[in-house]
């Protein structure tokens, strides 16, 4: 045996005995659906009379002032519209242990009322997301909207944050 196939050998047998969980990979689960209700009328559907129009995000921790976040909207199959919220903000850590660390995205959410034919009436509100990190999982915790916990986390179900304004 020459010397490369030695070397070649060597580097193999190493890299085989790696630990058991490093091969596994990082569970990712950060999808927001953002429902907004007012005495029962679907505020996110512009079609109906005080509906919100022109709605957008901006990343309030953005590396600039003007740092949109994209979303979808969507309908579930009620036919009741929600905002659907991926990824695209700015995570800001906020706290971190060994083994597990959370991060921050606020969210400042721009939406326009059409009151009537000639006024329209402007909404700004700010949604703030923690994210639990650690090795195996990075996951939605918490939801605030308006600073008022709106969302916590239970295991093994959708990330679905209503609003009721």
């Not at 020459?2 to 596994?24: D, P």
């Not at 400042?108 to 994210?131: E, G, P, Q, R």
Request: proline share 2%; with cysteine; charged share 20%.
């Amino acid at each position: 045996m020459n010397m490369k196939h030695i070397v070649l050998l060597f580097f193999l047998c190493l890299f085989s005995c790696r630990a058991e969980g490093e091969n596994q990979a990082q569970q990712i689960d950060q999808i927001l659906q953002v429902y907004i209700d007012s005495a029962g009328q679907d505020m996110l559907n512009s079609n109906l009379k005080g509906g919100y129009t022109n709605i957008s995000m901006n990343d309030v921790y953005g590396i600039t002032d003007n740092a949109p976040v994209s979303f979808n909207q969507k309908k579930d199959a009620d036919t009741i519209s929600y905002i659907e919220y991926v990824a695209g903000s700015r995570r800001v850590l906020v706290d971190s242990s060994a083994s597990q660390k959370i991060y921050e995205s606020k969210i400042a959410l721009a939406m326009t009322k059409v009151i009537n034919d000639s006024t329209n009436y402007s909404i700004n509100d700010t949604m703030i997301v923690h994210y639990n990190s650690s090795p195996t999982l990075f996951q939605v915790a918490n939801v605030w909207y308006n600073g008022q916990l709106k969302f916590t986390k239970v295991q093994d179900q959708p990330n679905i944050v209503k609003i009721v304004k």
